[in-house]
């Protein structure tokens, strides 16, 4: 392991120049004032051999950059388009906290509601004993991840699809009220509401409880009440199976490829690939199982982010309740609020959630000075943190940025049946304003890309090998994280 760097510098260095190597594809809209997002993703995925992934950023709620890079399906070589679909994984949380702020604002319920008061239909396992105290967990302390379930001291229920299944009694994949009721029995991993333990079951009961609140499944609530006033409609719960691939989205890479799984499908006892069968997808749906586009995400944080350029769903003060500092996290530089990680900074603060699935890494990023970002991409590495690499990526891709543009491309990736929310027109001072990052934590370190990426006409310098070396030298910091 220790000489594989070193062989891929010699390979890399002993490289030809007029040897034919195809960079990965490009779509959509060049922006030359922005083209160090573009080095940056192509750096990237060449270091960590990502078959594709998609950009989007936001600068005063304008969309100014929309970009994709690699291939959506490298078998039938189709390029990734700005506006593919990609698997989300957890920044469905933030969705999941929208719709229920939504609901808190209409009445329907409060923060302070226990949850399983509205799920109080359901029964632990035949034979099992209900856990004392769960029916008073919460809605907030599902929100803030305190609801008392910690899979680093017991384990994650929503990936152990066969065993709940089982227990319960009935036929898998398991639902995700199967999973509630498997869990329904068992001891807490600590006293509700005492500390954080982030937590996918906890959103997977939140979903429910909007299920029994609006008496439509969770999916149908959330696209017409949440993302249709979005102006988005492409959004949607992904499927376990490639033959329920969407149209438009990508396809899912593990490696190493003959890593397989076994089926959460009773039916199918062949082996499958992880991001095929290895997990149960459907059931995630509140907490993990969203496909949407860098786009359409930056349409969805812009409509909660309480800027003014365009209409937010929720209300001033909700959005302030959304993202406020609870008191177990009091002290911390950052903390989790309902649905994000909060960073503070000055008089406003980053936003920030992440996603990852065996097949999926994702971030989507809201900062203190009035830009968005979003960056999917259709593989996650079994070495490395390649969600920690393309955060501080973005930033550092941001900081080289001396002109920001005007346009607004948001027009250019229309939804079906819906419309746009119309935005208030910056001033032209906002226009030109160009407020770098003040993040205090970040060590960028020096300017130096992998080297990997081909030149346009396919040729390797020296210079870019000594780039590639100092690459993997390079330090990790966490930025928005």
């Known amino acids: 392991m220790f000489f594989a760097p070193w062989l891929a510098l010699l390979l890399l260095c002993m490289w030809q120049p007029g040897v034919s190597w195809a960079a990965p594809p490009r779509t959509g809209k060049e922006v030359p004032a922005l083209s160090s997002f573009d080095r940056m993703v192509e750096e990237l995925l060449a270091k960590y051999g990502v078959p594709g992934a998609a950009v989007a950023v936001v600068k005063d ?12 399906d490298v ?15 957890s920044i469905s949380k933030p969705i999941t906290a929208v719709a229920i702020l939504r609901l808190v604002e209409q009445g329907k319920l409060k923060l302070e509601d226990k949850a399983f008061s509205y799920i109080a239909d359901l029964k632990p396992a035949p034979g099992q004993t209900e856990t004392p105290g769960i029916r008073d967990v919460t809605i907030e302390q599902l929100l803030q991840h305190t609801g008392g379930w910690d899979r680093l001291v017991s384990f994650d229920p929503m990936f152990r699809s066969q065993t709940v299944a089982q227990a319960v009694g009935v036929e ?3 639902s995700c009220v199967t999973v509630i009721r498997y869990m329904m029995s068992l001891p807490f991993d600590f006293s509700p509401g005492s500390r954080f333990a982030y937590s996918n079951f906890g ?5 429910r409880v909007i299920e029994k609140v609006t008496g439509q499944t969770y999916e149908a609530y959330l696209k017409q009440e949440i993302l249709k006033p979005m102006g988005i409609s492409k959004m949607r719960i992904g499927a376990t199976l490639l033959e329920g691939r969407a149209p438009g989205e990508v396809k899912y890479y593990h490696e190493p490829e003959n890593d397989l799984a076994d089926s959460v499908f009773p039916g199918i006892t062949e082996k499958v690939p992880w991001p095929y069968g290895g997990f149960y997808l459907e059931a995630m749906d509140s907490h993990g199982a969203w496909i949407a586009s860098a786009v359409d995400l930056l349409r969805f944080i ?5 800027r003014t350029h365009r209409p937010d769903l ?9 993202v406020a500092r609870p008191s177990i996290w009091e002290g911390s530089a950052y903390f989790y609020a309902m649905g994000w990680l909060v960073r503070p900074s000055g008089n406003d603060a980053n936003w920030w959630h992440d996603g990852s699935l065996l097949g999926t890494t994702t971030l989507l990023v809201r900062t203190h000075h009035g830009y968005s970002w979003s960056i999917l991409m259709n593989f996650r590495p079994q070495v490395g943190d390649l969600g920690l690499e393309a955060d501080q990526g973005m930033w550092k891709a941001f900081q080289e940025v001396t002109q920001w543009p005007t346009h607004d491309l948001f027009a250019d990736f229309p939804n079906e049946n819906t419309k746009e929310p119309t935005p208030e027109q910056p001033s032209n ?4 304003a160009d407020a770098g990052p003040t993040e205090t934590s970040a060590d960028m370190g020096a300017k130096g890309g992998c080297g990997c990426a081909a030149s346009n006409d396919g040729s390797l310098g020296l210079w870019l090998c000594f780039l590639f070396f100092f690459f993997l030298l390079r330090r990790k910091q966490p930025l928005s994280r």
């Open 314 to 322: 929720l209300k001033s003060e909700t959005i302030q309740k959304m």
């Open 172 to 174: 898998g994949p398991s």
């Open 203 to 207: 959103y997977c009961i939140l979903g």
């Open 429 to 432: 001072a906002e226009r030109s």
């Open 75 to 89: 078998e039938k070589k189709e390029p990734v388009q700005p506006d593919a679909l990609f698997r989300i994984a």
């Open 302 to 306: 812009t409509s909660v982010d309480g």
């Open 61 to 72: 709620e304008r969309l100014v950059f929309a970009r994709g890079y690699g291939y959506a």
